[in-house]
């Protein structure tokens, strides 16, 4: 098997100390923190400080925060707890599947916001009506652009947030409804989803439910909250220089393979994130190639990667979904293993395109 020389996927390995808090946690945390007794009791305490501190980092209040142990399942928690048949929706051509699958259960009126050329959300183009409920996508997954919510807005308008892709890089805006975060975002563990609700006396749990007093179902596991925890921090994504990698890479590939589109612009998307489109290339063949040389990209969409369809963010920004490339640093990420990257991903593309 080939050594991997750089890791260019969306996924990294657990933070080391959020690793070391979870193998303490399933000593320490395995009892029903609702029951009486020293163990509970322990438990009771070690929840009750992980989700002070996930409100800490992420800037909003523990009462605020319910967890769920699925992204997809937050997703429908955080925007589907707002949807009423007489409550018009709002959502993004570029949002996450499991937002479109919730926006396409709605019984109400919905429309769709188209993106710009950049990526962003295009806000130009609808005009947000009272009684509405708004899906916005804090950061894009796939082309890392940073969306801002509009000055003019409805004062009854609720908004969902999807800060998913964004994690605690970009901060809520000072208008939000409810908000769904995914753990891997600050290099937590998976299973664990961050789902916050501020607007409490218009939300309404969409899933079967007999008890009003529970807005969820609230079973998750323990040492996986703290581990998130933990990780969110001592998450220091050293976003600056990451930038420069980021401008090294657009900037070397741009020059070397004619043709070469960049999705996004850098200075108004999150820098760790890079879309490439090669038309003319097949994104699954360069991804094996430079798999084969040890470094590990993505391909494909974002939220549909498992299978390699075509990127519906690149499709709604008018863009070709042939020849895909994903690119992701991270705050390990040497400039050396950048360097490796840029050499073999031109090669890679020079040699296809001469097959």
């Known amino acids: 098997m080939v050594r991997v020389t750089g890791n260019f996927q969306s996924e990294t390995a657990l933070n080391s100390l959020a690793a070391q808090a979870f193998l303490a946690a399933l000593d320490s945390g395995w009892a029903d923190p609702k029951k009486i007794g020293q163990s509970p009791s322990r438990a009771a305490n070690l929840r009750a400080n992980a ?16 967890i769920t142990g699925e992204v997809g399942l937050g997703y429908l928690l955080s925007l589907g707890g ?20 919730t926006a396409r259960s709605h019984q109400g009126d919905s429309e769709i916001i188209p993106l710009s050329p950049n990526g962003t959300l295009n806000f130009s183009e609808i005009e947000l009506l009272p009684n509405s409920a708004l899906s916005f996508q804090l950061a894009n997954g796939e ?3 940073i969306n801002k919510v509009p000055e003019q807005l409805p004062k009854d308008i609720l908004i969902a947030i999807d800060a998913t892709a964004s994690g ?16 891997r975002a600050w290099e937590g563990p998976a299973g664990l989803a961050v789902v916050a ?4 006396a218009n939300w309404k749990n969409p899933l079967p439910h007999i008890s009003a007093v529970r807005r969820t179902y609230g079973t998750f596991s ?3 909250l703290i581990a ?14 990451i930038k420069k990698m980021s401008a090294k890479i657009r900037a070397e590939i741009s020059r070397s393979i004619p043709g070469l589109i960049i999705a996004g612009d850098l200075d108004n998307s999150m820098a ?14 360069i991804l094996r190639g430079l798999s084969a040389r040890g470094l590990s990209v993505d391909s494909g969409s974002a939220c549909t990667a498992m299978n390699l369809q075509p990127s519906h963010v690149l499709a709604a920004m008018g863009l070709p979904t042939d020849g895909n490339i994903r690119i992701t640093l991270h705050a390990e990420t040497t400039a050396e293993e950048v360097e490796l990257l840029i050499n073999a991903l031109v090669d890679e593309v020079r040699s296809q395109q001469q097959r």
């Open 143 to 145: 082309t890392g652009a």
């Open 272 to 285: 760790h994130l890079t879309s490439l489109v090669i038309p003319g290339c097949n994104g699954e063949e």
């Open 197 to 200: 609700i501020a607007d409490a």
């Open 228 to 241: 998130s925890a933990v990780a969110l921090e001592n998450f220091k994504p050293d976003d600056k220089n």
């Open 51 to 66: 989700l002070e501190s996930l409100a800490t980092n992420l800037g909003i209040k523990a009462d605020q925060i319910e």
């Open 82 to 101: 707002f949807l009423e048949p007489k409550r018009k929706l709002y959502y993004g051509a570029g949002d996450r599947s499991g937002v479109i699958a």
């Open 168 to 183: 605690n890089r970009e901060p809520l805006p000072e208008k939000w409804s409810s908000a769904v975060f995914d753990s």
């Open 222 to 224: 323990l040492p996986l």
